[in-house]
């Protein structure tokens, strides 16, 4: 099972790259822009990542951004989870980034996303990975900063190919963002959004990405479950549910690798992400592992959750059809 995982072509949908920030590179990067840093080894500092909580893993995720200055280290990030990425058999992937995590602290937009392209293109050039971008707003900022980072984000408007929601989820619903993930649609951007695992009003605020925002994909999502209505909805419209099982053993208590198997009982479109790999350690294969053992995964369902990934794609069609072809021939190999 682990080889067949190790080899199965995978398309990841839920993956921010300031979480692919690396305790070497972290290291490096301050160095090179004379930050310093609270940890005093790599050792030291993996033994504070000891979060419980989506608001305790956020405060250290943050706090790890204050090494990325220059267009370099943007590039650097990026190129380094793309070669890993690569390596775990990841044709595709479309990439998060927190573009206000770094205008606040005075990094301008040009510059993130500059170096994060350049190092796309060099991907895909070298590696032969594809990945998009999806720019994500701050839910605990206000949805004026969020209206003028959407502004700021149309020079780029060919290199993001949709926006989404992340950060602290309490007190932040969907619809406090509503005026603005309706002008980012009418700018021709697709549209997910978080709804973490276990927040207060979950549920509430999975039924607001329905009916007020009217998201393609919801990235987590779990609790959906408690509500037969909202299956059936997520059902009916085909949403796509993007959950990271190791992500979820740290900030939801376990895997909830149950729950992903009644999802693929269900007929619903999840899929397996690793959301912030450096901080909850497991790049793709390590998550589709965890869930393979802990929900005795078949080798169909494994197949079958790459495939709803590739389905799930901001992609055209020919594109997904190559995908889902080599996709195939692995599975019948
Ligand atoms: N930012 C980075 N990872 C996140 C997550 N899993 N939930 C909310 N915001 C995030
Ligand atoms: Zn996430």
Not at 157 to 172: A, Y
């Amino acid at each position: 099972m682990q080889r067949f995982i190790e080899g199965l072509p995978k398309a990841e949908l839920h993956l921010h790259i300031e979480g692919t920030l690396e305790p070497d590179l972290k290291f490096t990067l301050a160095a090179r822009n004379g930050v310093s840093l609270p940890a005093g080894s790599v050792e030291e500092m993996r033994a504070a990542y000891d979060f419980d909580d989506l608001s305790s893993f956020l405060s250290v995720y943050y706090e790890g951004m204050s090494v990325l200055v220059t267009e370099d280290d943007f590039y650097d990030l990026t190129f380094a989870y793309l070669g890993k990425a690569h390596s775990q058999g990841v044709l595709y992937s479309e990439i998060f980034f927190d573009p206000q995590a770094h205008t606040s602290r005075g990094i301008s937009f040009d510059t993130v996303i500059r170096g994060i392209r350049r190092a796309q293109e060099d991907g895909e050039a070298k590696l032969g990975i594809r990945t998009q971008l999806i720019m994500c707003f701050l839910r605990d900022m206000s949805p004026e900063s969020a209206a003028e980072t959407l502004t700021r984000s149309l020079d780029y408007k060919s290199w993001i190919v949709g926006v989404g929601l992340d950060s602290d989820e309490r007190g932040n619903p969907p619809i406090k963002f509503s005026q603005v993930f309706s002008d980012a649609r009418e700018a021709g951007y697709r549209l997910t959004m978080h709804c973490d695992v276990g927040q207060d009003d979950s549920v509430t605020h999975i039924w607001q990405c329905l009916n007020d925002i009217g998201v393609e994909r919801i990235d987590h999502g779990v609790n959906s479950l408690e509500d037969a209505r909202l299956v059936d909805e997520i059902l009916n419209r085909n949403l796509t549910l993007t959950v990271c099982p190791i992500s979820n053993s740290y900030v939801a208590g376990d895997t909830q690798a149950s729950q992903i198997r009644q999802m693929l009982n269900l007929g619903m479109r999840v899929t397996i992400n690793s959301d912030d790999p450096a901080y909850f350690p497991g790049y793709m294969t390590e998550n589709f592992i965890v869930v393979q053992r802990e929900a005795d995964l078949s080798k169909s369902d494994l197949v079958r959750l790459s495939r709803n990934a590739f389905e799930a794609a901001w992609i055209d069609e020919s594109e997904r059809a190559g995908y889902v072809a080599a996709l195939e021939a692995y599975a019948i190999a």
